[in-house]
């Protein structure tokens, strides 16, 4: 007989409480997955050390589950008890504990999960759901960059972009799904990861602690294909070079960042805040991640870091996580 095992979040400054909880009882459009591996996003250490929008305590983090189907909703014909999945686990959204990664067993949406082919592990696909919804969101929506969606035979557009903090997680996947949608891609990471930004597809890689970063990314730039950024990283050290390329370059533009807007952006310049949650990432999940994982055109990438096995190693992971992390995720076998 199945049981389940919850890392609870019952309060910030104390570890995560590993315990009992039910099994989840799917939602007519959600699965229920039997967690082999879940990854740990800059936001589970967030919340983790600063309880911000935590809905009810105890709380379960996490977002990025991958194994197999326990059960599913009585609306859901995608997929059988038994098949290989990986999506994104939307705790965070409802703030119900069954609906967060970190525990043996999670609710999730079946509409935001992907089969695996057995030739990809589940420590590796862990690393794709919210990174995908996350980069998807910034790329493809009308009013962020509006880029069409990938398709597993995309041809190449007249359409360029630059992704700012293309060694990240989110940043390296958005340079997958740009590049998978047509676009030319020029990513913006630390010079020792310029190979690394360059295996998720970017067309050049260049340093952002070089002094020419602004120059260079301008000349490499045609104005009349460029659409605009990609800001993964969203804070005082992105927009110190993301809005100097947005004036020398002029014009009509657009930026889209997982974090904060800089005030000074040129007013030509739409602007986006992502949310890598909701309805709106479907689109990729029904038609793109499944076929693409299976063809390789999408990679799991940033490469996984198992930091340990067991629930009990997500508290490791957690703090490790506040510490940071370059080109890689921390994910943990269950
Ligand atoms: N809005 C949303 O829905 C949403 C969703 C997911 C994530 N986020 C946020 O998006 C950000 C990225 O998330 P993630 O999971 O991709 O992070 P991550 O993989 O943990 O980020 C680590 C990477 O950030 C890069 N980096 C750090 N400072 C940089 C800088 N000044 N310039 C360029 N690159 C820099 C590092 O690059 P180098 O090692 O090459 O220096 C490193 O590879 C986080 O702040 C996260 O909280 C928001």
């Not at 079946?110 to 790329?139: C, H, Q, R, W, Y």
């Not at 659409?227 to 002029?250: L, M, Q, T």
């Not at 067991?310 to 080109?327: D, H, I, N, P, W």
Request: include cysteine.
């Amino acid at each position: 007989m199945a049981s389940n095992k919850a890392a609870f979040f019952d309060k910030t400054g104390i570890p995560l409480r590993i315990g009992d909880a039910p099994i989840p009882q799917p939602g007519p459009d959600d699965i229920v997955v039997k967690n082999y591996a879940v990854a740990i996003n800059p936001v589970d250490f967030y919340q983790w050390s600063t309880g911000a929008m935590i809905k009810n305590y105890p709380a379960v983090l996490g977002h990025d589950v991958a194994g197999e189907v326990y059960d599913v909703g009585s609306s859901v014909t995608k997929f059988k008890k038994g098949d290989r999945v990986a999506g994104q686990a939307w705790g965070f959204k409802t703030g119900q504990p069954q609906d967060g990664a970190f525990a043996l067993y999670s609710n999730i949406p079946s509409k935001n999960s992907a089969s695996l082919p057995e030739s990809i592990a589940f420590k590796d696909a862990a690393v794709l759901p919210l990174a995908i919804d996350t980069a998807a969101t910034g790329l493809f929506l009308a009013e962020s960059l509006d880029l069409p969606w990938p398709e597993e035979n995309s041809k190449p557009i007249e359409k360029t972009i630059i992704v700012y903090g293309a060694s990240s997680s989110v940043g390296s996947m958005a340079v997958q799904l740009a590049k998978a949608a047509g676009a030319r891609v020029i990513g913006v990471a630390s010079k020792v990861n310029a190979d690394f930004v360059k295996e998720a597809g970017a067309d050049l890689a260049l340093d952002y602690r070089d002094p020419n970063v602004i120059e260079d990314a301008v000349k490499s730039i045609d104005k009349s294909s460029f659409v605009g950024i990609y800001d993964a990283i969203g804070n005082e050290a992105s927009h110190k070079i993301v809005v100097p390329i947005f004036e020398r370059i002029g014009g009509k533009s657009r930026y889209a960042t997982t974090r904060a807007t800089p005030d000074n952006l040129p007013k030509d310049v739409s602007r986006y805040r992502i949310v890598g949650m909701g309805e709106h990432v479907f689109p990729i999940w029904k038609t793109f991640v499944a076929d693409a994982l299976q063809s390789g055109k999408l990679k799991c990438l940033p490469r996984p870091e198992v930091v340990g096995t067991g629930l009990e190693s997500l508290q490791t992971g957690v703090e490790r996580m506040g510490k940071g992390v370059s080109a890689t995720k921390l994910v943990i076998e269950l």
